[in-house]
């Protein structure tokens, strides 16, 4: 299983990185959003860690687009924001994310939340090779 962190801080990055790694998943690195959908696009991985707050294009503009093409629409995301505000829940949702975590990063939730998504794109896959 592929997982894409697109992430500017590196501390967090490699915190995630690493939890990432030692559960067994494979892990693709992006500091920037633009970095981040080529990534997406070329290697296709089954799920991404958005951090919401990036350089330029912020993370739910790029959620967003990723979720409106056929090609990548299919992979998971979940949003990492510094500040979960009254609305922020709604927002991230809107733009197609399946899941959000407030930072700092609960490593606990986090691999909660990414097995389970996992295990809903497992069943995606079988449904769509027949
Ligand atoms: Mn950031």
Redesign the pocket.
């Known amino acids: 299983m592929k997982i894409l962190v697109v ?3 590196p501390m967090n990055m490699k915190f995630a990185a690493a939890l990432l790694t030692r559960s067994g998943y494979e892990v693709l690195q992006a500091t920037d959003a633009y970095a981040g959908i080529a990534i997406a696009r070329n290697d296709l991985p089954q799920l991404i860690l958005m ?1 919401v ?2 350089p330029g294009m912020d993370g739910l503009t790029a959620a967003r687009l990723l979720k409106g093409d056929e090609a990548t629409r299919h992979i998971k995301i979940i949003a990492l924001t510094a500040f979960a505000m009254k609305g922020d829940k709604e927002c991230m949702l809107e733009s197609g994310c399946d899941a959000y975590l407030s930072k700092p990063i609960p490593y606990k939730e986090l691999l909660k939340a990414v097995a389970s998504l996992l295990e809903g794109a497992k069943d995606n896959d079988t449904v769509n090779s027949h």
């Open positions: 992430e500017d801080n951090d707050q990036l």
